[in-house]
């Protein structure tokens, strides 16, 4: 059996991981990430906590990967640019590999996470499956027969900037229409905010404390479930938005399954019974003929563990 340390860099976070080949965990742990150091300081951590766990599972390491935040060249193992960590072309993998007696790689995070959760998550009994986790943004991950697809330069799979409607709601990319301004958590909480404004009787104010600071993904839900029809409405244009990008994804790859984090993908079958519905007549050809799961992920915050694991393990296939 090969063993593999995964590695998950976030701006609060770094959390690593012993996976072995068959997907097993034989230990892990987090420590913060404290991204107002420099580059190099973080990557001493990194090093040091893969060869702590390595020292700790008793095992010597087939490889490393790394998801790292950002524009990651997943092919030199570098961090081109990344807003949350404040770095432009680190060369992280090398950087790491300075003291790991591994082969050490770096990819994207929403990417790890979607081979994580096809590795070990809701995505295991599929070769082909689109990831996305709804939050802030729209963070995707497309893995086709088993594999990762990056694009050209590792820059592709940017899900939550294809156009949903010209000219609509302004991204924070700078165009208009975007997916991701639409169907992410961070559009769902504007759309419910801009419902309560126009509707003091709903009960999203109650729910919501009467502060709209305190709104978040989960106050229209809530307040639909108590019977509101201000939050259904809410909850119905928040599903055909989200059906509309996936609707798209499925002519364009039909994957056996789309898995959803974040957040919204935790509110289960309230959400995925109506979507699935939705995308079903939206499918080109109908949905009957190879069907599309639409699915709950189910590794959360340690999906990008596990895949950054899996990463290292199919560059070295």
Known sequence: MKY???VDL????????????????????KIPTGKERAAEEIAADTMRL???????ANVTLSGVGIGAPGTVDSQNGVVVYSNNLRWNNVPLAQAVQNGVNAPVFAVNEANAAALGEQFCGAGKPYRDVVFLTLGTGIGSGIVIDGK??????????????????????????GRRGCFEAYASAAALIRQTVRAMKRHSETAMWAVAGGDLDAVDGKTSFVAMRQGDKTAETVVGNYVEYLSEGIANLCNEFRPEA????????????????????????????????????????????????????????????
Do not use: W
Not at 50 to 56: E, F, N, P, S, T
Not at 150 to 173: F, M, P
């Open 4 to 6: 593999y340390a995964g």
């Open 258 to 317: 789309v898995l959803l984090g974040g957040g919204i993908g935790a509110e289960g079958e309230t959400l995925l019974r109506p979507l699935m519905q939705a995308v079903a007549q939206k499918i080109y050809g109908g949905a009957e003929y190879a069907p599309v799961e639409i699915l709950q992920a189910t590794l959360g915050g340690e999906a990008g563990m596990y895949g950054a694991a899996r990463y290292a393990m199919l560059r070295q296939a």
């Open 10 to 29: 976030g701006a609060t976070y770094l959390k690593c991981g012993i996976i072995a080949g068959d997907g097993t965990l034989l230990c892990r742990e």
């Open 50 to 56: 893969v060869c702590a766990l390595a020292q700790r």
């Open 148 to 173: 990762l697809y990056e694009g050209n330069k590792s820059a592709g799979a940017e899900i939550g900037h294809t156009v949903i409607s010209l000219g609509g709601e302004k991204c924070t990319c």
